[in-house]
């Protein structure tokens, strides 16, 4: 039988018959994979790590009757110290469940991939703020799936955007004074400036960059409008750190 080695990220994992578990995993090579891993919740089991969210490793798999199973795993990475600090630990939660809402098995985004252990380790092992970190993936999520956010043109009829800003959920993108609708949400000028400047910094110079966390969490209620609105689902762990 063919086998197969994927390198990937846990995103969920699940009970399966007695003591197995399926986990679906974000792969490089294969996009969104679910793969049964037997005789995992038996206490002898050696490959109990690897059912945890954010493990990233190696995964050997056969494809067995359509479904995948594993056979191996070399752990690359765990993210272990996430789950010292919790309010990182929920940014990575809401960071794994934007990829489960709108991945479908088998599809593919390497860059996606890339960024996505980019920004889990400077979750992990930097300081900068987590918040800063979610909006700087939250605004790269959206480009990658080719429906980012453009801070310099109205995306209606592309006049240069310097004044008062509109997130247009209809036409999916930023808009101008002239162009809004009224269903359209008016960004305060600070969350608009915040928006671009994170948007514009490097992800490895983000800890220079200071900004106000209640403006920040502004920034991340517009973002999950604007995400649920593109994706058709609602980004629902992101609301335990609105409120
Ligand atoms: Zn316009």
Do not use: H, W
């Amino acid at each position: 039988m063919e086998e197969l080695k994927i390198t990937g990220v846990v995103i969920t994992s699940i009970d399966y018959k007695e003591n197995d578990k399926i986990l679906t995993i974000f792969s490089l090579e294969l996009g969104v994979v679910k793969a049964q891993i037997k005789g995992v919740k038996q206490a002898k089991s050696k490959l109990k790590y690897a059912c945890q969210p954010f493990f990233v490793g190696e995964f050997f798999l056969i494809k067995k009757n359509g479904y995948y199973l594993i056979t191996t795993i070399n752990t690359i990475e765990n993210f272990y110290d996430l789950t010292s600090n919790y309010d990182r630990y929920l940014v990575g939660t809401i960071i794994l469940e934007t990829i489960k809402l709108t991945f479908k098995d088998g599809m593919i985004n390497e860059v996606l991939f890339l960024e996505l252990l980019k920004i889990l380790e400077t979750l992990c092992y930097e300081t900068t703020n987590e918040y800063m970190i979610l909006i700087k993936y939250m605004l790269n999520f959206f480009k990658l799936s080719g429906y980012g956010l453009n801070f310099d043109k109205c995306a209606v009829c592309g006049i240069k955007l310097n004044g008062i800003t509109y997130l247009s959920l209809g036409a999916g993108g930023l808009v101008c004074e002239v162009c809004k609708d009224e269903y359209d949400i008016k960004l305060e000028k600070n969350v608009f400036s915040s928006l671009k400047i994170i948007d514009n910094v490097d992800l490895s110079k983000l800890s220079t960059v200071k900004l106000n966390n209640n403006v920040l969490i502004k920034c991340l209620m517009l973002l999950k409008l604007n995400f649920n609105s593109i994706f058709k689902v609602k980004l629902n762990s992101i609301n335990n750190i609105l409120i």
